[in-house]
Nanobody, 117 residues
Framework: QVQLVESGGGLVQVGGSLRLSCAASGRTFSNYAMGWFRQAPGKEREFVGDINWSGSTTRLANSVKGRFTISRDNAKNTVYLQMNSLKPEDTAVYYC??????????WGQGTQVTVSS
């Protein structure tokens, strides 16, 4: 059992930056992969990227490659999503999730990111 809480969302202008945080608590899960997803109005939930807890591997969706970075701080049980060069199409509710094995079983409540032109 894992509890996840996202923070760091807000309103930012085109080209700006935000850093989202996902704080985890509960059962220790050092080996759990962590993912970031987003859902924009009228669209399905979209995979943004993920990272394994060892930190050796990260993946990013093509739509955010070169602009977003996933990182972690195991001492703080926190995963980050650094978002740079933000575009209006990045506007969405961003969710973090934990994948113990094959599927994402634990989800946060989400944090709103709005990119204005």
């Amino acid at each position: 059992q894992v509890q996840l809480v996202e923070s760091g969302g807000g309103l930012v202008q085109v080209g700006g930056s935000l850093r989202l945080s996902c704080a985890a608590s509960g059962r220790t899960f050092s080996n759990y992969a962590m993912g970031w997803f987003r859902q924009a109005p009228g669209k399905e939930r979209e995979f943004v990227g993920d990272i394994n807890w060892s930190g050796s591997t990260t993946r990013l969706a093509n739509s955010v490659k070169g602009r977003f970075t996933i990182s972690r701080d195991n001492a703080k049980n926190t995963v980050y999503l650094q978002m740079n060069s933000l575009k209006p199409e990045d506007t969405a509710v961003y969710y973090c999730a934990a994948r113990p094995r094959d599927e994402y079983n634990y989800w946060g409540q989400g944090t709103q990111v709005t990119v204005s032109s």
